[in-house]
């Protein structure tokens, strides 16, 4: 699969964010961006605007005297002169607080309006980046692994490893689930197995619903192996299994 700068998913990125999606939707979306750099890095863009947005405006303290003026207004007994005196001061307070909810709002759109300029030369300069960092050679799937629970009788736990080639370069692409949180020290440690000898992948903890995700460039002298392992470890500081085995090939 190719990394381009955009792509057809780029428009449902922000439906994603805010929740605005079907359960369909967003599994596949979330299966696009573990092989999207760049829908990856617009999603995090579009995080940290997001939370630069006030979620709320504050609220106007309504002037001491507009009371004051209202009720004269209501019970005063003598008409005339002193009755129009009133309702032009209880006009005057409310036109000074419409002014001042005004403002308010103005305040708030230019504030939208910068953060937006500023969201826009952020994302630029990304992509430029991007495109400076990128080689000419697009990403390319070679191999797809399935990985199955070392234990039978526990099917949730399972998960899937991409074998990309990126002109001399090769990277896998883990994404588990179903897996038991980790406690203190612990950590899942992938294991890559050529000629019965394990060699360590990289190391990874899961969210609280067991979901893992871990990116591995392999060096030249692991582009050859037969199988792959997933152990939980004691620390991530392993050279060698010690753990238990609860995925593999």
């Not at 759109?109 to 495109?131: C, D, P, S, T, Y």
């Not at 038991?180 to 294991?191: F, I, L, R």
Request: hydrophobic share 40%; glycine share 6%; aromatic share 8%.
């Amino acid at each position: 699969m190719s990394t381009q700068n955009s792509c057809s998913f780029s428009d449902e990125l922000v439906a994603y964010l805010i929740g605005e999606v079907t359960k369909e939707e967003k599994n596949m979306i979330e299966d696009h961006l573990l092989t999207c750099s760049s829908c990856r890095i617009n999603l995090e863009e579009f995080q940290e605007a997001w939370n630069m947005i006030p979620t709320k405006l504050d609220n106007v303290e309504v002037p001491a005297d507009l009371k004051e003026a209202v009720m004269n207004s209501i019970f005063r007994e003598e008409k005339g002169t002193e009755e129009t005196t009133a309702q032009k001061k209880v006009s005057s307070v409310v036109n000074k607080i419409n002014r001042f909810q005004l403002y308010q709002w103005a305040a708030a759109l230019i504030f939208l309006a910068l953060v937006g300029a500023a969201w826009n030369n952020l994302i630029l300069r990304n992509q430029l980046k991007e495109l400076t960092n990128t080689p000419l050679f697009p990403a390319e799937v070679i191999q797809v692994f399935n990985l199955k629970s070392a234990d039978p009788s526990n099917n949730t736990k399972e998960g899937k490893a991409w074998l990309y080639q990126l002109g001399d370069k090769k990277q896998l692409v883990f994404q588990v689930q179903g897996l038991d949180g980790t406690k203190g020290t612990e950590a899942y440690q992938v294991w890559l197995i050529h000629k019965g000898k394990r060699s360590s992948a990289g190391v990874f903890r899961v969210d609280a619903q067991g979901n893992g995700f871990l990116q591995y460039e392999l060096k030249e002298a692991e582009t050859a192996f037969e199988a792959i392992g997933i152990s939980l470890e004691p620390d991530a500081n392993g050279i060698q299994p010690r753990g238990q085995k609860v995925l593999g090939t």
